[in-house]
């Protein structure tokens, strides 16, 4: 992976491990609140749960930006592009962290792949839509809920595994 060290490639998924084992006692309540029970708890939860893992990066000293790829505007709609998450069939609306030339990603399993990936940004998985589509009191939503959980987060043993950051 060009621009990352074997190290650097450790703490990416260090952080990226520890996000995912304190989210996954966070969507359990997310689908509560929205009458959802997916069989895998990470579905429908990739735009919130990257805006949180872009924090905590930008926490530990490692800022990045949020992207996502929607390859379809609406259920049954035709696509309008490679965006989002390729599964081997096809794509998916999706959402991760570029930071440089790497994605971080820890809902990739909603489509097959491991929990929690940290693959070039070339990985041909990953399609860059050209903006958010969604709704703006959606996005809003969305930026809340991601950093309503940085107190909690911030208390967290997971956190403290991996050292303040700040």
Excluded: K, N
């Excluded at 790497?102 to 489509?111: C, E, G, K, L, R």
């Excluded at 903006?131 to 940085?150: H, K, V, Y």
């Amino acid at each position: 992976m060009a621009g990352l060290t074997r190290e650097g490639r450790q703490r990416l998924e260090e952080i990226a491990t520890a996000v995912r084992r304190f989210l996954e006692e966070v969507w359990p309540a997310w689908h509560a609140a929205r009458g959802e029970a997916p069989a895998v708890p990470s579905r429908w939860t990739c735009g919130r749960s990257s805006l949180f893992l872009l924090r905590v990066l930008d926490e530990q000293g490692l800022p990045g930006r949020w992207v996502s790829g929607t390859p379809r505007l609406g259920e049954g709609q035709p696509e309008i592009g490679p965006y989002g998450f390729f599964d081997g069939r096809q794509w998916h609306a999706h959402a991760w962290v570029r930071l440089g030339d790497s994605i971080v990603d820890v809902t990739a399993d909603q489509f097959g792949a491991a929990p929690v990936l940290v693959v070039a940004a070339s990985d041909p998985r990953y399609g860059e839509g050209t903006g958010d589509t969604a709704l703006p009191a959606f996005a809003a939503a969305r930026e809340r809920a991601a950093a309503e959980l940085m107190p909690r987060w911030r208390a967290s043993p997971e956190r403290a595994r991996l050292g303040a950051g700040d």
